[in-house]
């Protein structure tokens, strides 16, 4: 073997090594893409489950078995939450302010981790817009839902509106 074929298979070996390497690099960075994917469609799955979840209860524990004709028969804005601090009887809206009693409730996926998520109820006025929290009762309540994964850095937040009419 002659000079020149040493110097051109040691160039064709380079050439193929860079080649490995580019493959490589290549389908790390896919894996990760498809990871942080998934991770995202689970957060706003898990984020929607919460809204719809609370959306399909009461608007207070006041409206669960009357009409409630004037603002001040709604739960007070500070008092928002699950009534006696038990977290199973989610029987109204506002029982979504901190779900678990420590605001953060764990969910535990086998296939991509462990998930947070953070929830907050308060009221708001309509007419001052939904990012308002309103310190006294209103109409209307918001629910704001963050879910995050701690291997994944991005954080989902989702919000609704729920309001209650009455004729």
Do not use: C
């Amino acid at each position: 073997m002659g000079t020149g074929q040493t110097l051109l298979t040691i160039a064709a070996v380079m050439l193929l090594g860079t080649v490995i390497l580019s493959t490589n690099r290549s389908l790390g960075d896919t894996n990760q893409v498809l990871l942080n994917s998934n991770v995202g469609l689970e957060e706003v799955s898990l984020a929607t489950s919460i809204i719809e979840e609370a959306q399909g209860k009461t608007f207070d524990e006041q409206t669960d078995t009357s009409n409630v004709t004037a603002l001040n028969q709604l739960t007070p804005a500070n008092q928002l939450g699950q009534e006696g601090g038990d977290s199973t009887d989610l029987n109204d809206f506002d029982d979504y302010n901190g779900l678990n009693g420590n605001g953060r409730l764990e969910v535990d996926t086998l296939s991509t981790g462990i998930y947070y998520a953070y929830t907050r109820v308060h009221y708001v006025s309509l007419g001052s817009g939904l990012d308002n929290n309103s310190s006294t009762a209103t109409w209307s309540k918001r629910l704001d839902v963050w879910v995050w994964n701690k291997d994944v850095p991005d954080t989902v937040k989702m919000h609704t509106v729920f309001s209650y009419w009455y004729f």
